[in-house]
């Protein structure tokens, strides 16, 4: 799979949950997410993948990137609530007074890439169009 298809993917998949991409965050929790997609390992050092998406985005302080995404799930769970996760995933994932952290949220989108369930989205949306 294509770079520029993985990042199309994540972007939708932030745009179902809710996130607005006019948010400095949407584009740093994109980033994240694409790069843990290609290293899973990533996940589990989050100060690491931020100082990387900082380099990436010229942003001096990496504390600035985790406190973009945080407010951009936390703008979007106080708007909207973050029920469309569960829709993402066609079960209840989260309870609707439930805000995940940045680390579930990340890992949310990469296993949604992952299972390919953004491919029945893409299946309904083709059923729809005919």
């Known amino acids: 799979m294509q770079a520029n298809e993985v990042e199309k993917i994540v972007k939708l998949a932030l745009i179902r949950v809710g996130i607005k991409c006019d948010l400095v965050g949407f584009s740093y ?3 994240s997410i694409e ?8 996940l589990y ?4 993948l931020f100082d990387e998406v900082a380099k990436i985005f ?3 302080n990496p504390f600035r990137v985790e406190a973009n995404i945080q407010n951009a ?3 979007t769970f106080n708007t909207k609530g973050l029920q469309s996760v ?3 995933y066609g079960m209840k994932i989260f309870d609707e007074k439930y805000k995940p952290t940045t680390a579930e949220m990340i890992n949310l989108i990469v296993e949604y890439h992952n299972l390919g369930l953004y491919k029945q989205v893409e299946t309904n949306l083709n059923k729809i169009v005919k």
């Open 29 to 31: 929790l994109s980033k």
């Open 35 to 42: 790069l843990v997609i290609a290293t899973p390992s990533k």
């Open 45 to 48: 050092n989050l100060s690491k």
């Open 58 to 60: 010229h942003v001096k």
């Open 73 to 75: 799930i936390t703008q």
């Open 86 to 88: 569960n829709d993402l």
